[in-house]
Structure formats: structure tokens, C-alpha cells
């Protein structure tokens, strides 16, 4: 077997230059090997290379129609790649420098060729990028204190009128992080033993100061997993969490269904109409059926039906008020 270096050498060089489109001759594979490595191979070893480089699970094809080589890929299609770059750009809560360096990493699994097509389809300015210099490493921080079981403690902001991020906290914040999940396209990490019992969340870009400690976790016997328990948060509200069932048209069943899963239980009413219940925050009950008000009526529990109600016509007034009146 010949030595790895020569082989790692032609296997970047495939990553780099070729794909299903694009072959590179022998010749071109030699010269690239001598000019980038400084590494010099007779013509009768070459096939001998590619022989011992396939015995290390990679695919490299002979078009004997274009008289060249290429890797096949077997990391990441072309389609997986550009959807992985394409949701880290537009993904708000990472930053630019650190979206950079993900896109930069995916990008080397494909050729140069196709890397300058993905280039054209991705790279658009995204205003909504965060400011925030350490998700990534925050992340990797929290799901180790998670595997070791370890309290953490940070800061927690929130924007204020001047448009900038303020610290919340005036104490510190001590939490037992128990998961991390993803909902309303941002990251929150769930925690226990915070200021409210049972499960609370926290929005990862907006943590500063993250610290783990050497303290133990409680016992955690939580039954239900970061998905089912961000599905249920709606517009992830914190607070105690209520039964409530929903009577709606029944052109909201594909949204009930996207958003709960098929395992929420439907009742339905007539040809039109069905009734749904979950359990979620009282505010975030209002907060979703105020969002399809032609839609959707709270039935159960009646005073949050009642509370509903006074909402909407205390906005109802509110808009019938002169403006120089607030």
C-alpha cells in the first residue's frame, strides 16, 4: 500500500476538482500532486494509488468518454449541501463569521465547480444575523454540562427601545439545562430549578456569560422530549401549562397537524369543523387564537374563553378611540 500521504494528497485533489460533471485526466492528477505537494509518482504507480485509495471506501470513477477520473460523493449530495448552506444563511441566531465558517466546511465536500454555483444560490445579504460572537461555542458548552449531568449559570437579554440588548438579570442565574430544541425558527434551552417549577426555557442567543458548574443536577424524571415539549409551548411562552381545546374550520387541519403532530387527538364536530386540545400556557392559548380569530373559538376552560373574549373587545374599543386619546 502506498504511503497515506500521496493517497490523502489525490483524494483532496478529486474533492476539489472533479465531480459526476467534471473528470481530471491522469496527467492533470500527476501534475497537481508535484506543483500543490511536491509529490512525484511514476505513471505505472498511479493505478496502484486509486486502487489502494478505493480499498478505503472511496468511490473514484474512470470515464473512459472524457479519458478522466472523479470521486464519487458519498459525504453529502448536491441537494443536502445546498439545503444545509442555505438554512445556516438565513438562520438569524447564528452569526455571520460563524455561518461563514459552517458554509465553508460543506462547501469543501463539493468541487470547486459546483462551490461557485453555491456561492450564486446562497450568499445574499441577511440583516437579521445576530451580533452574538459565541453560539456555536455556547452550544458545545451546554450539551457537555447536559452529558455531565451540571448546573450552569448566565446572564439573560432582552431589547430594549434604543434597539440593543440589555441584561435582564439583576442576580445570577443558576438553571439545570435538561435539553435543547428548536421552535419559531430559534434555538431554546429547557432547563429545571429555575424561578417557576417544571420545565422553563431560554432563547440560546440571548445567553451571555455561560458558565458550568460543579454542581450536580437534580433527578430528572421528565417524561416528555424536546419536541413534544416545544410543540406544546406555542410561541414558547413560559408559565403553567393548561389543558385547552380549540374549536376550528376545517381548513386548519393541516396546520394543527404540522404543529402538534399527527398524535393530537381531533374530534370532529361536523363536515366543517373539528375541536383539538393540547396543553399550553394561557397566553400562549390566546396569542394562537388571536392569530386565526376567523377561524378558530376557545370552548374549554370557560374563563379563558371569557378572558379571550374581554381582550378582543377591549381591542375592539381601543381602535375605536382617537389616537390623541392614548
Known sequence: MHDRRTMAAVVIIL???????????????????????????????????????????????????????????????????????????????????????????????????????????????NERKTLHQNFIIQVELLMNAIAKNRKVTFDYYHYDFDKELHQANTTMIIVEPRYITFA??????VVTGGKHPGLMH???????????LDIPCSQFDYTEDAAGYAGNQLFMFSGERISVTFLCEKRMLDYVIDQFGKEVPLYRTDDNHFEF????????????????????????????????????VAAANRHLLDISEF
Do not use: W
Open 184 to 189: 419559531n425558527s430559534e434555538f431554546y434551552l
Open 277 to 312: 386540545t393540547i396543553r399550553v400556557t394561557r397566553i400562549g392559548a390566546i396569542l394562537f387564537c388571536s392569530r386565526f380569530l376567523d377561524e378558530m373559538t376557545i370552548i374549554f376552560p370557560e374563563d379563558l374563553r371569557d378572558e379571550m373574549h374581554d381582550r378582543l
Open 15 to 125: 474533492i476539489e476538482n472533479t465531480d459526476q460533471d467534471h473528470c481530471m485526466p491522469r496527467r492533470e492528477i500527476e501534475r497537481r500532486l508535484l506543483e500543490d505537494y511536491e509529490i512525484s509518482i511514476r505513471r505505472k504507480t498511479f493505478g496502484l494509488i486509486i486502487r489502494d485509495i478505493q480499498e478505503f471506501g472511496f468511490t473514484v470513477v474512470y470515464d473512459p468518454h472524457r479519458r478522466g477520473y472523479y470521486l464519487e460523493r458519498f459525504f453529502l449530495d448536491q441537494g443536502e449541501i445546498i439545503l444545509l448552506c442555505s438554512m445556516i444563511h438565513c438562520l438569524g441566531f447564528i452569526n455571520i463569521p460563524e455561518s461563514e465558517q459552517l458554509i465553508q466546511k460543506l462547501m469543501r465536500l463539493t468541487s470547486r465547480y459546483k462551490n461557485n454555483e453555491l456561492r450564486m444560490n446562497i450568499f445574499r445579504s
Open 202 to 212: 431560554y432563547r440560546l442567543d440571548r445567553i451571555e456569560n455561560l458558565r458550568m
